[in-house]
């Protein structure tokens, strides 16, 4: 056994789930791993494997769920913790995540999203914790640059000008656009990162995770999360009637909010095919850019927005489809 198999037995034993059996559950893109828990007296429960020395830190993770436990959203309950080592052991929150819910039955669609929509808009109006990072239209800018560093960098690369060029227009548009109060933003609010648990009531249907990397931003991002999502397809009238629903409950200004939801959907989109792109060529997983055409179809969709166009433009211009010849292109790029 490794020494971190060792301390992980330790940590089990000392916490009282040493006797549990354990099996290991999908992890995520992060260096963090998972394992269900069944005792034979004290039920379920997962095990967070965080490694420290993998660049993994768990204090995040227990303070947003701490916060949002607090604002009456099902956050896992923290059981038991070693910050130092990276272990958490976290109420088991069950398997129905909305994307399997709604691959057998889409009747259900609807229901779930205004249900999100419902929870995301008490997380927005809870006070804030104290010390969230700002992400804001620089920390945006900046991370839309992973488009030309990582898809383009590997398939049509632009010249240093068309770089700066691409980074000077996305942060004069988020400058422009979005605006305070900012609200937290979980970041990864999305159908693989929920849980319907239709046996609580109201927003404590929905069970939360992946929010560790909250910071301080605006109130579109989550929404543009939610709605845009690179995993699955929002149906049309459903993403609609859940926008709607959001301006309505939050008083926003529905046009301004608008225009902030496109822009915050096309960042994100922008970052995310960069990241799709990174995680196959930097870390060896080639599943992601399969996942690249959605992410694509998506960002499409928000550049049609009036207050895109220069953005729109640029995509045209610079940025190719991804094309199963460039998704290959991208594959045969990790060494």
Wanted: with cysteine; charged share 20%.
């Amino acid at each position: 056994m490794s020494a971190r198999s060792d301390a992980m037995a330790l940590f089990l034993t000392l916490s009282g789930w040493g006797q549990a059996r354990r099996s290991t559950l999908a992890g995520d893109a992060s260096n963090r791993r998972y394992d269900r828990l069944i005792h034979p007296e004290l039920g379920r429960a997962v095990l967070m494997d965080a490694p420290p020395e993998k660049g993994e830190d768990i204090r995040p993770f227990i303070a947003i769920a701490t916060h949002l436990r607090a604002a009456g959203l099902s956050a896992p309950k923290l059981l038991a913790r070693d910050e130092a080592l990276g272990f958490l052991i976290l109420e088991d929150l069950g398997d129905d995540l909305f994307a399997r819910v709604l691959a057998k039955d889409l009747s259900l669609e609807a229901e779930l999203y205004e249900a999100a929509i419902d929870a995301l808009l008490v997380a927005q109006n809870h006070p804030m914790p104290e010390g969230l990072a700002e992400y804001g239209a620089p920390e945006m800018a900046q991370t839309a640059m992973l488009a030309p560093d990582w898809y383009l960098a590997h398939t049509t690369p632009v010249s240093d000008g068309q770089r700066h060029a691409f980074h000077d227009l996305i942060g004069g548009l988020l400058q422009a656009q979005l605006t305070a109060p900012f609200v937290l933003v979980q970041r990864d609010y999305h159908a693989e990162n929920l849980l319907w648990l239709p046996e609580r009531n109201g927003v404590a249907r929905v069970g939360l995770l992946d929010f560790q990397d909250a910071m301080r931003g605006p109130a579109a991002y989550d929404v543009a999360s939610l709605l845009k999502d690179a995993r699955r397809d929002v149906s049309a009238p459903v993403q609609e009637a859940t926008l709607t629903r959001y301006i309505t409950h939050s008083g926003a200004a529905p046009e301004a909010f608008r225009a902030s939801y496109a822009l915050c959907s096309a960042q994100r989109n922008l970052r995310i095919i960069g990241v799709f792109a990174r995680l196959c060529i930097r870390d060896g997983k080639p599943q992601y850019p399969d996942l690249m055409p959605r992410v694509w179809a998506n960002l499409q969709s928000d550049l049609v927005h009036p207050a895109l166009a220069d953005l729109s433009a640029w995509v045209d211009a610079h940025m190719p489809p991804p094309t199963p010849e460039i998704i290959a292109q991208i594959k045969a790029a990790h060494v």
